[in-house]
């Protein structure tokens, strides 16, 4: 079965860090682009980076630059999130996306449950 | 970045409705347009991608098109678990953007 399983989020204070992990399993991870996208509560979608299969290409959305680095591990199968400095409005929801770009298909095809990340004082 | 902005941002409708959702982009971003349903408390799910090609498992009365830079999501006929929050999002270029979204509700 095809599943993304994130982990790692919580309250954290302004200015502080966490790491958020995503497991994968049912797919060949390293053949995949991957992506966050955060959703705060009660709003909207928001991309929040993607990595390329093997890593050679990141990005990211402008709020998220210098403070947030995506990276993946193939041996794990994993997808990863460092986030530090983090500010109020960081407060989300925040889910593993695997973003394929294959099969004629270039979208968010497999979602995780979403991990909550709480940024307050 | 391209802006998409998705209109209207919420609904009334009945089941057996057909409904009608619109998403402009900024630019031209061809056909790399994607739709999205959200259930409150769970993940969105991929219904539509390249504009008009079906995911599959997903009910043929969901249905995509594209005029343009102007996209629409069309559901033929509500049924009582398509009343929910409906995202399109571009993949065209960095940043991916999504459109603000539409509720659908029940009238």
């Known amino acids: 079965e095809v599943q993304l399983v994130e982990s790692g989020g919580g309250l954290v204070q302004p200015g502080g860090s966490l790491r958020l992990s995503c497991a994968v399993s049912?797919?060949?991870?390293?053949?995949?682009?991957m992506s966050w996208v955060r959703q705060a509560p009660g709003k909207g979608l928001e991309w929040v980076a993607n990595i390329a299969q093997g890593g050679s290409e990141k990005y990211y959305v402008d709020s998220a630059k210098g403070r947030f680095t995506i990276s993946g591990d193939n041996a794990r199968n994993s997808l990863y999130l460092q986030m530090n400095s983090l500010r109020l409005e960081d407060t989300a929801v925040y889910y593993c996306v695997r973003d394929s770009r294959s099969g004629g298909i270039d979208a968010f095809d497999i979602w995780g449950q979403g991990t909550m990340v709480t940024v307050s004082s | 970045d391209v802006q998409m902005t998705q209109s209207p941002s919420s609904l009334s409708a009945s089941v057996g409705d057909r409904v009608t959702i619109t998403c402009r982009a900024s630019?031209?971003?061809?056909?790399?347009l994607n739709w999205y349903q959200q259930k409150p408390g769970k993940a969105p799910k991929l219904l539509i991608y390249g504009a008009s090609s079906l995911q599959s498992g997903v009910p043929s009365r969901f249905s995509g098109s594209r005029s343009g830079t102007e996209f629409t999501l069309t559901i033929s006929s509500l049924q009582p678990e398509d009343f929910t929050t409906y995202y399109c999002q571009q993949s065209s270029s960095t940043p991916l953007t999504f459109g603000g979204g539409t509720k659908v509700e029940i009238k």
């Open positions: 049912g797919f060949t991870f390293s053949n995949y682009w």
């Open positions: 630019q031209n971003i061809h056909t790399y």
